[in-house]
Structures are given as structure tokens and as C-alpha cells.
């Protein structure tokens, strides 16, 4: 019924810019939070940059100043611009988003499948 669909990862030389985007489509009826996650082997997924309906935004230590999230609430479409990347921001990037489901009373997470950016010269 829902699904998150990403796009924008690739291999990227040290202190280059990528920008993911992720698009939310299906039987949605409100948007509270989207965001990034990313994950490498070995390690729990952790948060990058989050954004809530409101415009508030949230980003994890290691990508302040680097990363940009932003979102296009009538496209139900975020946004992270990637800048200054590091060998160490390699790993698969999830899309996520707490949302309600039509004729639904209850937010829920989702997740997209993931795209891979990858540091490396």
C-alpha cells in the first residue's frame, strides 16, 4: 500500500556531493517525519538527518555541516545533499517516514530498500 522508493547513491571520490531523494507514494494520509538512516556490515543502522512535517530538522553529529536534508511536502519527497564526503559515510542509505495509512488512526514506520553510496578514490 505504501512504498518508499530511493534513488541518487553511487561510488563518489573523497570530498565529492551526492544527493538522494525519496519519494513516499500509496494510500497515505499524513506525513509526520521523514529521514535518513544508514548501515554497514556489522554495525546497527543508524541515524543521519530527519525532518518533521513542521520543518524542524535533526542531523547526527558526523554530518553536521556536510549534509543537507531537505523535503518537497507536496511531492511527499525528502531530500539529503551529501557534500564534503568522507571515506567514512560509506554504507547503505535507507529512506524512512512515520506516516498514516488511509483510514488508518495510527503512525507507522517505513522503510525504503536501501541504495548504496560509496566513498572510495
Known amino acids: 500500500q505504501v512504498q518508499l522508493v530511493e534513488s541518487g547513491g553511487g561510488l563518489v571520490q573523497p570530498g565529492g556531493s551526492l544527493r538522494l531523494s525519496c519519494r513516499a507514494s500509496?494510500?497515505?494520509?499524513?506525513?509526520?517525519?521523514m529521514g535518513w538512516y544508514r548501515q554497514v556490515p556489522g554495525k546497527q543502522r543508524e541515524l543521519v538527518a530527519a525532518?518533521?512535517?513542521?520543518?524542524?530538522?535533526n542531523y547526527a553529529d558526523s554530518v553536521k555541516g556536510r549534509f543537507t536534508i531537505s523535503r518537497d511536502n507536496a511531492k511527499n519527497t525528502v531530500y539529503l545533499q551529501m557534500d564534503s564526503l568522507k571515506p567514512e559515510d560509506t554504507a547503505v542509505y535507507y529512506c524512512?517516514?512515520?506516516?498514516?495509512?488511509?483510514?488508518?488512526?495510527?503512525?507507522?514506520?517505513?522503510w525504503g530498500q536501501g541504495t548504496q553510496v560509496t566513498v572510495s578514490s
Open positions: 524512512n517516514a512515520v506516516l498514516r495509512v488511509l483510514g488508518t488512526y495510527h503512525a507507522h514506520d517505513y
Open positions: 500509496g494510500s497515505i494520509f499524513s506525513i509526520n517525519a
Open positions: 525532518t518533521t512535517s513542521g520543518g524542524s530538522t
